[in-house]
């Protein structure tokens, strides 16, 4: 694998948005992948687990989950400066639990309840 792989759903209005801004930005060494396209894999983590959170397959086979991952696809960008602040001692474990509060919400309101709460 010579890129960087981020997952997303294709079917959320705001990630849908935030995908389009890194098409525009990103260098070509981050492949951008709609799960809803996706074929059978069976390396990939199942299409639930996928829709829930972010994840980015790195060039080495690494998965990134959540936050990590966004900011892992945003290094891919001239902005990942404004990224890096997110993994700093104090505000990255705030930050991640926000983040994943905000994406429990997000799935349960496009797919219904979030059973993994």
């Keep these: 694998m ?3 792989t981020l997952y997303y759903d ?3 209005p705001l990630c849908s948005a935030e995908i389009r801004r890194l098409r525009r930005y990103a260098s070509s060494a981050l492949e951008l992948c709609d799960i809803h396209n996706l074929p059978s894999d069976p390396s990939l983590p199942p299409r639930d687990a996928l829709l829930r959170r972010l ?3 790195t060039r080495d086979d690494a998965m ?3 936050l990590e991952a966004n900011i892992a696809a ?3 960008t001239r902005f990942s400066r404004f990224w890096r602040w997110l993994r700093w001692p104090l505000i ?3 930050a991640r639990r926000v983040y994943d ?3 429990s919400l997000r799935y349960r309101r496009l797919y219904g ?3 993994s709460s």
């Design 2 to 4: 010579d890129k960087d």
């Design 10 to 12: 294709g079917r959320c």
């Design 55 to 57: 994840h980015l397959r």
């Design 64 to 66: 990134l989950v959540g």
């Design 74 to 76: 945003w290094e891919h």
């Design 92 to 94: 990255g474990p705030l």
């Design 101 to 103: 509060r905000w994406a």
């Design 113 to 115: 309840p979030d059973r």
